[in-house]
């Protein structure tokens, strides 16, 4: 089966500290890419990270890091140093290698408030 | 400008109607995707498409019906068959990438989405 679990819903934070969304995924596959995507109020879904099954480094982009860690099945996005701007509903995502068409699975996503 | 554009982007039906939602784009990508959010839900995928004149059935395909005549284009209809329409639907496309003889879809881009309301 292929699934991606985000099981927390809602976070809310005060500006400023570090918020981290987990994201667990289940694929037999051995070959596949990982995402996480924002989706503002407006509603279009913003690309953030694309990650190779085969690079386990942790990557980080300014404020955002992400940590991959194939034993436990987790993509874990960590916002430091959070900011308003910041609150938006949060979807991590599976692309697995198949024989046939190609699809992009997503978790429930997160709904992230920074409150001021 | 490269990118996806969907239209309407708010789109009103009727009862027993069936509607048609575009979606364009312009990044030459093989495949397309559409999903639909329902208010505090995440996406789940109805249609996808790899190549011209192909494509498979996503989760929930009941109620929809899709076409890819040209690469550019992918097309929702939204079928007096489908029971609660009412929702937000996003139209992806994205670069298939091959690897070991298998196919994954990379990034996928997304346009601005349709909101569809039964009235």
């Known amino acids: 089966a292929q699934k991606v679990t985000q099981a927390q819903t809602e976070i809310s934070v005060v500006e400023k500290e570090d918020v981290t969304l987990d994201c667990v995924y289940e694929t037999r596959d051995t070959t596949y890419y990982l995402f996480w995507y924002k989706q503002p109020p407006s509603g279009e879904l913003v690309f953030l990270i694309r990650r190779n099954s085969f690079d386990e480094q942790n990557e980080i982009s300014g404020r955002y890091s992400w940590n991959f860690q194939k034993s436990t099945s987790s993509f874990n996005f960590t916002i430091t140093a959070s900011q308003v701007v910041d609150s938006a509903v949060y979807f991590c995502a599976l692309s697995p290698r198949t024989s046939s068409a190609s699809k992009i699975i997503f978790g429930s996503g997160t709904r992230l408030s920074i409150r001021p | 400008d490269g990118g996806i554009t969907q239209s309407p982007k708010y789109l009103f039906r009727k009862e027993g109607q069936n509607v048609t939602l575009s979606c364009e784009q312009n990044l030459n990508h093989d495949a397309m995707y559409w999903y639909r959010q329902d208010p505090g839900q995440g996406l789940r995928l109805i249609y996808y498409s790899q190549i011209v004149n192909d494509f498979q059935k996503g989760d929930i395909a009941e109620g929809y019906s899709v076409s890819r005549e040209k690469k550019e284009s992918f097309p929702l209809t939204v079928t007096s068959a489908q029971k609660n329409p009412t929702a937000f639907y996003l139209c992806?496309?994205?670069?298939?990438?091959?690897?070991?003889?298998?196919?994954?879809?990379?990034?996928?881009?997304f346009g601005q989405g349709t909101r569809l309301t039964v009235v």
């Open positions: 992806a496309s994205s670069i298939l990438g091959q690897r070991d003889r298998g196919k994954m879809g990379t990034e996928a881009f």
